[in-house]
């Protein structure tokens, strides 16, 4: 089946506006990551999710990130007020289930711009 | 402190040399795994190694996990200039749930 797919793969936005970045993922799995890569942090975890349970929000770098996901499939993911320093390249994956054990897939990515 | 440390963070090589990249952790893991990344951009997912696991194979690329040492080494041989690419280790730690915890990355340059 196809793989995990992001929306938009680009976004430029302005300091101050509030962007929304979607993730597809893998039909079927269960567990849904967002990760981000930057030039200064490297690739970074930023919340998970995993069936019925509540969200693992530990990553989020601040309250102006936060993160949803609708029946258990597609995932948004909100930045408010956006800053220059969320520039970065917003990764989502999605795997089979819980446990160590279970490959991560990811998607390709949006690049978002904050100018 | 990232949890994967990886080195070189670059490397350059010949078409049919084979490259080797290692990875270094700080904390228990469940599991540890090796993305590659194109142009800065998805993630491919080549080869999961368990703890309890030493060494994996997969087509060209090889694995080995020390647990005494918390290093991991990749070894990509007979290289192609089509492996250029980063190349990620990412660790699955005990007490960290499911997320992954990402190195800094190799960058590989193979020259044809």
């Known amino acids: 089946g196809a793989g995990v797919s992001q929306s938009p793969s680009n976004k430029v936005t302005e300091k101050g506006k509030d962007v929304e970045l979607r993730c597809d993922p893998i039909s079927g799995h269960t567990a849904l990551y967002w990760y981000r890569q930057s030039l200064g942090q490297g690739l970074e975890f930023l919340i998970y999710?995993?069936?019925?349970?509540?969200?693992?929000k530990s990553g989020l770098p601040s309250d102006r990130f936060s993160a949803e996901r609708t029946g258990g499939s597609v995932s948004t993911l909100t930045i408010q007020r956006t800053q220059q320093e969320d520039s970065a390249v917003y990764l989502c994956a999605s795997s089979l289930g819980a446990g160590g054990y279970n490959e991560q897939f990811f998607g390709p990515g949006t690049r978002l711009t904050v100018l | 402190s990232q949890q994967g440390e990886e080195d070189p963070q670059a490397l350059s090589i010949q078409e049919g040399e084979n490259a080797t990249m290692n990875c270094s952790y700080k904390?228990?893991?469940?599991?540890l795994q090796w993305y590659r990344q194109n142009s800065g951009r998805g993630l491919v997912h080549l080869i999961l190694i368990r703890s309890n696991e030493r060494e994996k194979h997969s087509g060209r690329l090889r694995v080995t996990l020390d647990t005494s040492k918390k290093s991991s080494s990749l070894l990509i041989t007979a290289s192609r200039a089509a492996d250029t690419a980063s190349y990620f280790c990412a660790t699955d730690r005990k007490a960290a749930g499911n997320k992954l915890t990402f190195g800094g990355g190799t960058r590989v340059l193979v020259k044809p």
């Open positions: 904390t228990s893991i469940n599991n």
């Open positions: 999710f995993q069936g019925n349970s509540a969200p693992d």
